[in-house]
């Protein structure tokens, strides 16, 4: 039996697996190119032998610069927009939105790469025992290769204690050790030689949408060594005979926040250069790893494993079709979880569409905030895989648009609190956007509230709760006067609004009342009475906010058995569309269960089987966290192996909508732990989903809701232990098929039997003290 009490050791045989390799060089492909980040730093790494490429990211490197979006003739239109869209005349609705509506300017703004570092060495005659890698245990890259007799390695890290990508090139023969670097940026920019053993590249953000680009920024690199001679001329930098290099890049800009880009980006970038400069390359390495393992070591996973596990990666994808490959899946948990660590920190921008990898000044949707799924999305792992902290930056981003998005709904909406629609940027943009078929939809604001109270959920964090309450408190009290009374049902609806991105009648999409927007304002109001009342703040609000809540338009089941996407039973307009937002009550919401609602329950599978399994790979990611609250474990895992697939994973792992879009990465890692732990509903459930595919296996350091961390191993599909470590002191209720037959809870703190009461047939509440931890055993099974 595995010992949870201690997780699993990253030295045992199993972390091998824990990394992406391949055999051959990334050649010109970015989605071949491994990535590494420290939140804010980020680069793409090639692996190329003689022409070695990093791509650079800086996360606030965006076009343009600050701006207001609001429309103030917004307010003189809505009252029209209102009475077209009640009279069901959508199409003069839409295209008044489109004409008097709309923010300013129509489109936002792109993040933006801040260039290239491209190194050339000389070309070996041959190359052999090539091999390149991302560890995820170390958050490290290497490439490793033999070549005229000489063994050669680069290793490449981000650090977060330290502020720069580092590069640490070795060779196994003195002297062997020779190359020239240069800088080169799509950006207007300039490249020079600050001293005799850096370059630098100094450039400007892009003008875009006619906002002047205005994020100044400056990437150092510079060379140390202690053998070899090093130069620096013309921004180019030049190594020759050297045992070993270490390369440290730095970057620093001018944006400061959304509304200034004052910064002195020289100060940033030569304060981290000559920081880290000061400390050796050993050390920085130390520093990286201590720092990244105290988040990604919490949690471990292991599905087991068959022989496809040796195959280099890029095999791996091509076979896993007809391949049975379980730890493939775990891997893609962990990546998930590497990549939130390496994208978001506090302190950092959240991760966008992208992470924090691009290479385009226009990239796909603009590699922005898409706040109708994609940035939601991207967090629904940081709760329940115990990375609470990289979930801060969603924070920081609501308080900004607390702010932005009070003049748009003073000017639009004539509304107290704030609003965000369905994007937002780097200059924290709230309007209407892009055209009112995708753009008008109330709801973003809202949406990214309710994360505030289920991070509280989490972590019990009475500090941030009462820290982000206002901002909380704020966009309810936005619908608190916006919302309209549907003339015909007599409840309480949002006008206008969306379904998002979908046709209820040929071309258009604005409505009233669409049921997503009504089940997240039955959370955002749910939540603010639960946090004014734990807070002891606010009894009139709380008072008003109960009595809005009644009247807002119920959840409805449609002719075909299905949950109604709108206040009518229409049919959609495209009936296999990728967003399936009217499930929001069933995931990431608990509006929608098993036991408490189960005709709602029965719609929602029906919702899904009409709507199909096939979509992009956010799409099915978003599907995989919905069959799992369904507790139908095959098909969460047929949508997994889906993922799991060229089409929609590339070689390097980054899911493909297509193309890249990182969301979809992020929704697996959230699927896969939704298929082990629920804990939407108050209560623990231990695999709800669990497929056939993985008989045996083991988890340790889930979180649930309420304060606990949780590990189970199983075998034959069934769980053999159980573990709980309780943050707080209270009733907990634990859900899993061992509770239907005999079982012993042992207080491993107190080191006797723990309280527990039968509450169901596979249901008990154990009462937890803080600070102990609850092993759960069936009693034919043998204790260690």
Not at 28 to 41: D, H, I
Not at 302 to 308: K, N, Q, V
Not at 344 to 362: V, Y
Request: proline content about 5%.
């Amino acid at each position: 039996m595995t010992d949870l009490t201690r997780g699993h050791s990253l030295e045992t045989p199993t972390t091998h697996d824990l990394r992406l390799w391949y055999d051959e060089p990334a050649g010109a492909s970015w989605l071949r190119a491994l990535p590494v980040g420290n939140g804010r730093l980020g680069a793409m790494v090639f692996g190329n032998v003689d022409a070695e490429r990093f791509q650079l990211n800086e996360d606030t490197v965006w076009a343009g610069g600050p701006y207001d979006s609001s429309n103030s003739k917004g307010a003189d239109a809505l009252p029209e927009v209102q009475r077209l869209v009640f009279e069901g005349r959508w199409r003069e609705a839409q295209d008044l939105i489109n004409e008097a509506f709309l923010g300013s300017p129509v489109g936002q703004l792109a993040y933006q790469p801040v260039g290239d570092l491209r190194l050339t060495f000389p070309t070996p005659s041959e190359v052999t025992e090539y091999r390149r890698q991302l560890d995820l245990t170390t958050a490290t890259a290497t490439v490793d290769y033999a070549a005229d007799g000489v063994r050669y390695r680069r290793e490449v890290i981000a650090s977060a204690p330290d502020q720069v990508v580092a590069l640490r090139l070795t060779a196994d023969t003195p002297g062997a050790i020779t190359f020239s670097a240069t800088f080169d940026s799509p950006q207007r920019m300039n490249t020079i030689s600050p001293d005799d053993a850096t370059i630098a590249l100094d450039g400007v953000s892009s003008d875009m949408e006619g906002v002047p680009g205005s994020v100044r920024f400056l990437a150092l690199a510079r060379a140390v060594t202690h053998d070899g001679e090093v130069s620096s001329s013309g921004g180019e930098l030049r190594i020759t005979g050297a045992d070993s290099v270490t390369l440290l890049i730095s970057i620093g800009t001018s944006y400061v926040n959304y509304q200034d880009v004052s910064g002195d980006c020289q100060a940033v970038a030569w304060a981290h250069l000559r920081d880290a400069e000061d400390r050796p390359y050993d050390e920085l390495r130390r520093r990286h790893i201590a720092d990244y393992r105290e988040l990604f070591a919490r949690t471990s996973i292991d599905f087991g494993r068959t022989a496809a596990a040796d195959q280099p990666t890029d095999v791996r994808i091509q076979r896993h079709a007809t391949t049975d490959d379980p730890q493939l899946a775990a891997l893609l948990f962990q990546y998930g979880r590497y990549l939130l660590i390496s994208s978001s920190r506090p302190g950092t921008q959240p991760a966008n569409l992208q992470g924090i990898w691009n290479d385009q000044l226009d990239p796909p949707w603009g590699s922005k905030y898409t706040l109708n799924i994609n940035l939601p999305m991207n967090y629904w792992p940081a709760g329940p895989t115990n990375l609470a902290e990289c979930h801060l930056p969603v924070f920081d981003m609501i308080e900004d648009l607390s702010v932005t998005g009070a003049r748009t709904a003073e000017v639009q909406y004539c509304a107290r609190g704030w609003v965000a629609h369905h994007n937002t940027d780097a200059w924290r943009g709230g309007s209407v956007v892009d055209g009112a078929f995708w753009g008008m939809w109330q709801t973003g604001g809202a949406w990214l509230s309710t994360m505030i109270w289920d991070h509280y959920r989490f972590t019990g964090d009475l500090d941030f709760l009462r820290s982000y309450y206002p901002a909380m408190k704020a966009a309810a009290e936005f619908f608190l006067d916006s919302l309209v009374e549907e003339p015909g049902l007599g409840w309480l609806v949002t006008n206008p609004s969306n379904s998002p991105e979908l046709a209820h009648h040929p071309d258009v999409s604005v409505c009233a009342g669409p049921t997503m927007d009504m089940q997240i304002l039955r959370d955002l109001f749910g939540a603010c009475v639960s946090a004014s009342a734990i807070l002891g703040v606010d009894p009139e609000f709380r008072a008003h906010v109960l009595a809005t809540k009644e009247r807002l338009a119920p959840l409805q089941i449609g002719a075909r058995g299905n949950l109604q996407e709108w206040l009518h039973d229409w049919v959609e307009a495209e009936s296999h569309h990728r967003h399936v937002s009217h499930l929001y009550g069933l995931h990431p919401s608990n509006q929608v269960t098993r036991r408490d609602t189960p005709e709602l329950f029965e719609a929602a599978r029906r919702t899904l089987e009409l709507r199909g399994d096939a979509g992009t790979g956010w799409s099915l990611a978003w599907k995989i966290n919905f069959w799992a609250r369904l507790e139908e474990p095959e098909r969460a895992h047929e949508l997994l192996s889906e993922l799991l697939t060229p089409d929609r994973l590339a070689t390097n792992m980054f899911d493909l909508h297509p193309p890249f879009q990182i969301d979809g990465n992020f929704g697996a890692t959230s699927g896969i732990a939704e298929m082990l732990l629920h804990s939407h509903n108050d209560e623990l459930h231990l695999l709800p989903a669990l497929p056939a595919a993985w008989p045996t296996g083991a988890v340790s350091g889930l979180r649930g809701r309420g304060g606990y961390t949780v590990g189970v191993a199983w075998s034959d599909g069934q769980a053999d232990e159980i573990l709980i470590a309780a943050d707080h002191t209270g009733r907990v209720r634990v859900r899993g098929r061992m509770f239907a037959g005999r079982h012993v809870v042992l207080d491993l703190t107190h080191g006797d039997t723990a309280r527990t009461t039968k509450a169901d047939t596979d249901l008990i509440e154990l009462d937890a003290e803080e600070g102990h931890t609850y092993r759960a055993y069936a009693s034919g099974a043998a204790m260690e």
